[in-house]
T-cell receptor, first 112, second 116 residues
Framework: DVKVTQSSRYLVKRTGEKVFLECVQDMDHENMFWYRQDPGLGLRLIYFSYDVKMKEKGDIPEGYSVSREKKERFSLILESASTNQTSMYLC???????????FGPGTRLTVT | GENVEQHPSTLSVQEGDSAVIKCTYSDSASNYFPWYKQELGKGPQLIIDIRSNVGEKKDQRIAVTLNKTAKHFSLHITETQPEDSAVYFCAAARDAGGTSYGKLTFGQGTILTVHP
């Protein structure tokens, strides 16, 4: 079974803090994605990566950055957390040439 | 870019009834349409998908239909059971290849509640 794990299920941070969300997949997938999920808005793509050290902006990249130093690991960074970044963050991966995405369980981030 | 609209936002049915969720998309180049189910406390999981060369696909109690001309697709669940209660998301994409990388654009989600 494909497994996508995220470093934390729940996280509480203060405004202005730097926040790291980690995602690891164990299926040697080329593509990895970060989404945020908000009620009534569905899943919105923040960033994705199709190879090590490669990244592309999604639909809502402002206030976020990403890092992919190893194939299995994709990190989302909030440089200076703000209250409007309080959300559920979901990581996903997919094989190169494949469209099915496999999701992690999510990290619920609260910024106070 | 692609835009996907999903309706209804909430759906409540009695056990044994059918449930239908509808989505429309805007990009005529989209050719891959998956449906994901998200149970409480979990990430979304693919339950069925359809590609644009097919009009309908079934898997036991679930089916998806696609109308390319009208640019809409629907999820049908028959004989609903309480364990079908979850949030359902539709999505659209150009199939992975070239520079698309299988990026999905999701609908807003439907909260389905099946009452015993």
């Amino acid at each position: 079974d494909v497994k996508v794990t995220q470093s934390s299920r729940y996280l509480v941070k203060r405004t202005g803090e730097k926040v790291f969300l980690e995602c690891v997949q164990d299926m040697d997938h080329e593509n990895m994605f970060w989404y945020r999920q908000d009620p009534g808005l569905g899943l919105r793509l923040i960033y994705f990566s199709y190879d090590v050290k490669m990244k592309e902006k999604g639909d809502i990249p402002e206030g976020y950055s990403v890092s992919r130093e190893k194939k299995e690991r994709f990190s989302l960074i909030l440089e200076s957390a703000s209250t409007n970044q309080t959300s559920m963050y979901l990581c996903a991966s997919s094989p190169g040439g494949g469209s099915e995405q496999y999701f992690g369980p999510g990290t619920r981030l609260t910024v106070t | 870019g692609e835009n996907v609209e999903q309706h209804p936002s909430t759906l409540s049915v009695q056990e044994g009834d059918s449930a239908v969720i509808k989505c429309t998309y805007s990009d005529s180049a989209s050719n891959y349409f998956p449906w994901y189910k998200q149970e409480l406390g979990k990430g979304p999981q693919l339950i069925i998908d359809i590609r644009s060369n097919v009009g309908e696909k079934k898997d036991q109690r679930i089916a998806v239909t696609l109308n390319k001309t009208a640019k809409h697709f629907s999820l049908h669940i028959t004989e609903t059971q309480p364990e079908d209660s979850a949030v359902y998301f539709c999505a659209a994409a150009r199939d992975a290849g070239g520079t698309s990388y299988g990026k999905l654009t999701f609908g807003q989600g439907t909260i389905l509640t099946v009452h015993p």
